[in-house]
């Protein structure tokens, strides 16, 4: 089995009360790439350690082929985002994990993925 994952934690003691923050994959393709651009990929965000299950949804890298998908807010490089879903910080601790993970089979080799990162900011 071939996958892909990334995962990112953030401890929410060093975020704001009472805010609702949104986690956002930030990508570019390369020129050429394998499986990545018409193959979906899975993106969640969930709370570490509790009961809630982890809730994810499949999106496409590939721009043209996602409305999810819009130009980084920088425009420089053609980085592009995806947001990967949205939580609560209501001023308890706890780790927020943000997950990107793709699952091929055997022999589906896949490339030309560039990652920048994963970014958390407040929704507006």
Not at 21 to 47: C, G, I, M, W
Not at 71 to 98: H, K, P, R, S, Y
Request: charged fraction near 25%.
């Amino acid at each position: 089995m071939m996958w892909t994952e990334v995962k990112g934690r953030i401890e929410t003691k060093i975020l704001s009360p009472n805010t609702t923050y949104a986690a956002y994959f930030v990508y570019k393709l390369a020129e050429v790439t394998s499986r990545f651009e018409k193959t979906p990929v899975q993106l969640s965000v969930y709370f570490e350690g509790t009961d809630e299950p982890e809730k994810s949804y499949s999106v496409l890298l590939d721009p043209a082929a996602n409305k999810n998908s819009r130009q980084f807010l920088d425009g420089a490089g053609g980085w592009m985002e995806i947001e990967m879903g949205e939580f609560f910080v209501n001023g308890d601790d706890g780790t927020v994990v943000c997950r990107f993970y793709n699952i091929g089979g055997l022999y589906h080799r896949k490339h030309g993925l560039i990652i920048q990162g994963i970014m958390v900011r407040p929704k507006p």
